[in-house]
C-alpha cells in the first residue's frame, strides 16, 4: 500500500510509539465494554439471588461492587482519552511534518531543474502535486491512524466475544472476513477509477487556468470562448460522472456493510440461542459486543476507499518527483558566479523542437556567432523567426542540440549552466513579476528609490521592506518593474525582448537613448530583441534572424 510506504519512508519518529499509542487507546476503549458488561451482569446476578431476608445486604453488596466499577470505568475513560488524544495529535503531526518535507523536496527540485523538461511535466501537474494530491494524502493519512486505532479494538472486542461464546465469536470472525475480502476486491477496482478521476480532475484545472490566462482572447473571440467552454462542460460533465460513480460505489460497499452486521445481530439473537443452550445467560453482553463492533469495523470499511484515493494521490507525487529527477539541472550545487568575461561564441549551435510524433517541428541554427563583452547587440526579425529561443539559448535556460558555446575559449560544459547563468539578468516577454526583491536583500533602500525615480515610477509603486506595495499598474509600468529589478542585479549582461514594447513614446526613447547607453557606458553588455527599427542605430550591431540563423550581422 503506497499510502502506509510514504508514511513509513519519510517519517521521523517511532512508529512502535505510534502503535503502541494505538493499542492502550483500543485496549482501553473495549475495556469500557467489559467492565459495564460486568457491572451490569453483577446487578442482574444480585437482583435475581435476593431474597426479602437479605435484600439490605445484597444491596449494599451491589453498591459497593458498582462503585469499585464505577472507579474502575473512570480510570479506563481517563487512559483512553488521554492516549487518543496523544494518537492523534502525535500522528496528524507527524503526518503534516511529513507532507511539509514532501512539498519543500518538490519545490527544491523545481527550482533545481532545466527549463525545458519543466515546460513538457506542465504547470498542471506541478500544481496538483504540490497542492491537491498532499491535501489527499492529509486528509487519508489522518483516517488511516484512526482506522489503526480502530482495528486494535476490533481485535480485543472479539477476543470478548470469543471469551462469551465461540459460536459467536467464529459467526462475527466469518462476516467480517467474508467482508474484508469484498473491500480488498472493490479497493483495487476503485484504484484504477480514482486514478481516472485525478487524471480528468488536472484536465479541469487546466482548462480553467487557460480560461483565465487567456482571459483577453477568449473575451476578443465569441467562437473561442465558445468552443473553451464547451470543452470544459465535456471535461466537467466527465468528471462528475466519474465522481458519482465513485460515491454509488462507496455508499453500497457502505450499506452492504451496515446490513451485514444487522444480519450478525439477527443470527446472534435469534439462531444462535437455538444452537447453544448456554448462549441465552451471556446473549445480551454478546450484542453489546457486536453492536459495539459496528462503529470501528465501519470506520474500518471506510476508510478503504480512501486508501484508494490517497494510493492514487501518493503515486501521482511520486512520479512527479520521478519527472522532476530527470530534469535536474547538473552542476546547480556547484555554484561559482562569474563576474565578467571577454566574450561568448557559439560555433555551429543548433536546437530544435519537436512534436508529438518526436520529429522536429522547428530548428534554431546552425548559429556561429560571437558576443563581446560591453557591446550592445540588438535582434530583429519576424515573429516566429527563433529570436526568443536564441535569448533562452544564450543564457543557458535551453541547450545546444549540436554545436558547442565557449566562454572565453573554454567550452560551456553541463555542470558549468548554472555559474554561467549568472552573467545574465533577463526581462522576457512572458516575464513573471514577483512581489517582493527576492535576492536583493542587500540593495541599498537609496539604491532602490534612485533606480524608481530613474524608471519614471515615483508616486505610482513603493518598495517597502523589500516588497511591491501594489502591482495593480498598467502593462507598461508593470513591464519596467521587471526592468527595475534587472537593473538591480547588476549583472555583466542584459537581456530584453520586446522591452519597450509596451511603453509610451518619452519612456521608449529614454530607454533606448538612455537606459542602455549608461549600461554599456558602465561595462555592461546589453542584448536586445526589438522590432523599434527607428532606434536601431542606439546599438553597436544589428543582428537579423530568419527561419531560425542570422542572416544579417552588421554595425548598427
Do not use: W
Amino acid at each position: 500500500m503506497k499510502l502506509l510506504e510514504l508514511l513509513r519512508r519519510e517519517s521521523t519518529v517511532s512508529m512502535r510509539g505510534l502503535l503502541l499509542l494505538a493499542g492502550v487507546a483500543g485496549i482501553s476503549n473495549a475495556l469500557v465494554l467489559a467492565v459495564i458488561n460486568t457491572a451490569t451482569g453483577g446487578m442482574q446476578a444480585g437482583a435475581a439471588g435476593t431474597s426479602s431476608s437479605t435484600a439490605s445486604g445484597a444491596a449494599q453488596a451491589v453498591t459497593t461492587g458498582n462503585g469499585r466499577y464505577a472507579l474502575l470505568f473512570i480510570v479506563i475513560m481517563a487512559i483512553y482519552a488521554v492516549s487518543q488524544l496523544r494518537l492523534y495529535t502525535s500522528a496528524t503531526s507527524e503526518i503534516e511534518k511529513i507532507l511539509d518535507r514532501v512539498r519543500v523536496r518538490v519545490a527544491d527540485k523545481i527550482r533545481r531543474c532545466e527549463l525545458l523538461p519543466v515546460e513538457e511535466i506542465g504547470q498542471t501537474l506541478i500544481y496538483a502535486g504540490v497542492t491537491k494530491e498532499t491535501q489527499t494524502i492529509s486528509q487519508a493519512a489522518t483516517l488511516v491512524i484512526m482506522a489503526a486505532q480502530a482495528g486494535v479494538l476490533v481485535v480485543f472486542t472479539a477476543f470478548y466475544v470469543a471469551y462469551l461464546s465461540l459460536i459467536a465469536f467464529l459467526l462475527t470472525a466469518t462476516i467480517t472476513v467474508i467482508l474484508s475480502f469484498i473491500h480488498v476486491r472493490r479497493s483495487r477496482a476503485m484504484n484504477v477509477v480514482m486514478h481516472e478521476l485525478s487524471v480528468r480532475e488536472n484536465d479541469l484545472f487546466d482548462t480553467l487556468r487557460h480560461f483565465l490566462d487567456g482571459f483577453k482572447e477568449v473575451r476578443m473571440n465569441r467562437g473561442r470562448s465558445d468552443d473553451l467552454f464547451a470543452h470544459f462542460t465535456r471535461i466537467s460533465s466527465e468528471a462528475t460522472a466519474r465522481k458519482c460513480y465513485t460515491h454509488e460505489q462507496i455508499a453500497r460497499t457502505f450499506i452492504f456493510s451496515q446490513l451485514s452486521f444487522y444480519a450478525l445481530l439477527g443470527v446472534i439473537v435469534f439462531l444462535v440461542p437455538r444452537l447453544s443452550q448456554t448462549y441465552s445467560d451471556s446473549v445480551v453482553n454478546i450484542t453489546a459486543a457486536v453492536l459495539f463492533l459496528i462503529g470501528p469495523i465501519t470506520t474500518i470499511v471506510g476508510t478503504v476507499p480512501n486508501l484508494a484515493v490517497a494510493d492514487a494521490a501518493v503515486d501521482n507525487v511520486a512520479s512527479l518527483e520521478s519527472s522532476l529527477d530527470r530534469a535536474l539541472s547538473s552542476g546547480f550545487d556547484r555554484l561559482a558566479p562569474k563576474h565578467g568575461f571577454r566574450e561568448i561564441a557559439f560555433e555551429d549551435v543548433v536546437f530544435h523542437y519537436e512534436d508529438g510524433d518526436t520529429r522536429e517541428a522547428f530548428t534554431v541554427g546552425p548559429i556561429n556567432l560571437t558576443l563581446k563583452a560591453g557591446e550592445s547587440v540588438f535582434i530583429a526579425g519576424g515573429n516566429g523567426s527563433g529570436k526568443s529561443t536564441f535569448l533562452r539559448l544564450l543564457t543557458s535556460l535551453y541547450h545546444p542540440q549540436q554545436g558547442v558555446i565557449r566562454v572565453d575559449g573554454v567550452v560551456l560544459r553541463p555542470e558549468a549552466y548554472e555559474s554561467y547563468r549568472s552573467l545574465f539578468s533577463a526581462v522576457f516577454t512572458d516575464y513573471h513579476l514577483f512581489d517582493r526583491l527576492y535576492g536583493l536583500a542587500g540593495v541599498p533602500q537609496a539604491e532602490i528609490d534612485g533606480t524608481i525615480e530613474h524608471l519614471e515610477l515615483t508616486g505610482k509603486v513603493r518598495v517597502e521592506d523589500g516588497r511591491f506595495d501594489t502591482l495593480d499598474l498598467s502593462g507598461g509600468q508593470r513591464k519596467r518593474l521587471a526592468l527595475l529589478v534587472s537593473l538591480l542585479e547588476d549583472r555583466p549582461v542584459y537581456v530584453f525582448d520586446e522591452m519597450a514594447a509596451d511603453q509610451d513614446p518619452a519612456f521608449r526613447r529614454k530607454f533606448y537613448e538612455e537606459i542602455l547607453v549608461e549600461l554599456t557606458a558602465g561595462g555592461r553588455t546589453v542584448v536586445a530583441v526589438t522590432h523599434d527599427d527607428k532606434y536601431f542605430g542606439a546599438a553597436d550591431r544589428l543582428l537579423k534572424m530568419d527561419e531560425g540563423r542570422f542572416v544579417s550581422d552588421a554595425r548598427a
